[in-house]
């Protein structure tokens, strides 16, 4: 074991991906030998959320306060910059493994109830390398408690063209409505992505542009898909979740982009968007797919 857990190789014709059992983050991606996802060392605390999977909430809850069936809950801050609660409690938990094979992997671990999050949660990953496909991972939870708990998930992997810079690589994706952003980077105004210059339904470069922003789906009934790419690779990223969060990183130079699917936007606790109320017993899955093409020159 190291610092991100334990190491994990899922290997097929194409693919190869390694998983770590710290927080069931994806640790590198590789189709045909470049990389598809930003890799990190598995002996390492990785930077800025890495792969990591973000369960009972993605991104931030203001100040870590929320109401919920009348009572109220605080929970520990953990990003001093915007005073909030990030990103869940399974993201720096070690996961067990349930089952391995040559391509697949499925991890699990409950969400500890807390004094700010009193309620149980029983989380499933699977992970499978699949030829054509690429890496697909389910994320399911169940609600294992007494008691009707408020839930969200989302994912943090950063895709990349091989390690270009992503000011050079083109993006596609079918959102046409974005949320602006508070002082503490939480949702504010939903706005068409004409307005802020985010309009990339028919493919364009990044160039300079910072995103730190969730994309709503136009479809929730429908898979949607997010395309990077450059001359000699398409990485795609396809999803079941009516959010995405777009992330351009300067901490890792620029050369990928988190592309990170949730089922909520941030500070869902509180504005009710796109939160879940897990029923006694109820299941919810997030479904993602990261794969890749060569570009034919």
């Known amino acids: ?30 189709y045909m030998g470049m990389d598809i996802t930003m890799p990190f060392n598995p002996q390492t605390i990785p930077v800025a959320y890495q792969g990591k999977i973000l369960a009972p909430w993605p ?5 870590g306060k929320y109401t919920f069936n009348d009572k109220e809950y605080q929970l520990p801050i ?7 609660a990030s990103h869940g409690l399974v993201a720096w938990k070690e996961w067990s ?3 391995i094979s040559q391509s697949s992997l499925v991890l699990e ?19 499978e390398v699949i030829d054509g496909m690429g890496l697909k991972i389910d994320i399911t939870a169940k609600n294992v408690g007494k008691s009707d708990a408020p839930y969200g998930v989302g994912m943090h992997p950063y895709i990349t063209c091989d390690g270009e810079l992503i000011d050079n690589c083109k993006l596609t994706m079918p959102f046409k409505h974005v949320y602006s952003l508070t002082e503490r980077l939480t949702p504010d105004t939903l706005t ?45 990223c396809k999803t079941n979740a009516p959010y ?46 990261i794969g890749a093409l060569k570009q034919v020159v």
């Open 1 to 30: 074991m190291h610092l991100s857990g334990n190491t994990i190789n899922l290997l097929s014709n194409d693919y190869t991906a390694t998983i770590v059992t710290m927080g069931g983050a994806i640790a590198s991606l590789k």
């Open 97 to 99: 493994i349930s089952s």
């Open 192 to 236: 068409n992505v004409d307005d802020m210059d985010f309009n990339f339904i028919e493919g364009k470069e990044i160039g300079d542009r910072c995103i730190d922003h969730c994309f709503l789906s136009q479809d929730s009934t429908r898979m949607n898909t997010v395309i990077l790419e450059n001359k000699q690779l398409k990485v795609y």
């Open 109 to 127: 671990t409950y969400v500890s109830p807390i004094y700010g999050y009193p309620f149980l949660i029983a989380l499933t990953a699977s992970y």
């Open 78 to 84: 953990t990003d001093f910059k915007t005073n909030s």
């Open 244 to 289: 995405m969060q777009l992330f351009t990183p300067e901490k890792l130079g620029r050369k990928c982009l988190a592309v990170e699917p949730m089922s909520c936007p941030a500070n869902a606790f509180n504005n009710g968007i796109g939160l879940i109320t897990l029923k006694e017993q109820q299941y919810y899955t997030l479904t993602y797919i």
């Open 59 to 63: 991104n931030r809850i203001t100040d």
